[in-house]
Nanobody, 118 residues
Framework: QLVESGGGLVQAGGSLRLSCAASGRTFSSYSMGWFRQAPGKEREFVAAISWSGASTYYADSVKGRFTISRDSAKNTVYLQMNSLKPEDTAVYYC?????????????WGQGTQVTVSS
C-alpha cells in the first residue's frame, strides 16, 4: 500500500514536499515514481527514481524545479516541489514498479491534491 501526503494549497512561486509512505510490503527493490492528473487531462509522468536512488528522471515541465528522492530505511519516497506554477495544479499519485523503463508500475497510491494559486 502506498499513501501520499503533503499536498495542499500554495501560492505561485511557493514550495511543497510530497511524501509517499509504503506499508504492507517493502518497496526497497522497486523503482518509484510520481504522476499527476489535472482536471480534464490524462495522467502524466512527473518524476521517477531507481531502486538504488542512483538514477532519476523528470518530465521536461518540472526539470530544475522538482526533486525526487527516497529513504529506503523509511520505505518512503519524496517529491520536493519548488517554484510552483498554477499549471502544476493536479492530483499527484505515487507509483511503484519493478522496472523504471516500463513505469508506471503495478502499485498506486490514492493521490494527494496540489493546488497552486496565481
Amino acid at each position: 500500500q502506498l499513501v501520499e501526503s503533503g499536498g495542499g494549497l500554495v501560492q505561485a512561486g511557493g514550495s511543497l514536499r510530497l511524501s509517499c509512505a509504503a506499508s504492507g510490503r517493502t518497496f526497497s527493490s522497486y523503482s518509484m515514481g510520481w504522476f499527476r492528473q489535472a482536471p480534464g487531462k490524462e495522467r502524466e509522468f512527473v518524476a521517477a527514481i531507481s531502486w538504488s536512488g542512483a538514477s532519476t528522471y523528470y518530465a521536461d515541465s518540472v526539470k530544475g524545479r522538482f526533486t525526487i528522492s527516497r529513504d529506503s530505511a523509511k520505505n518512503t519516497v519524496y517529491l520536493q516541489m519548488n517554484s510552483l506554477k498554477p499549471e502544476d495544479t493536479a492530483v499527484y499519485y505515487c507509483n511503484a514498479g519493478r522496472d523504471i523503463a516500463t513505469m508506471p508500475g503495478r502499485y498506486w497510491g490514492q493521490g494527494t491534491q496540489v493546488t497552486v494559486s496565481s
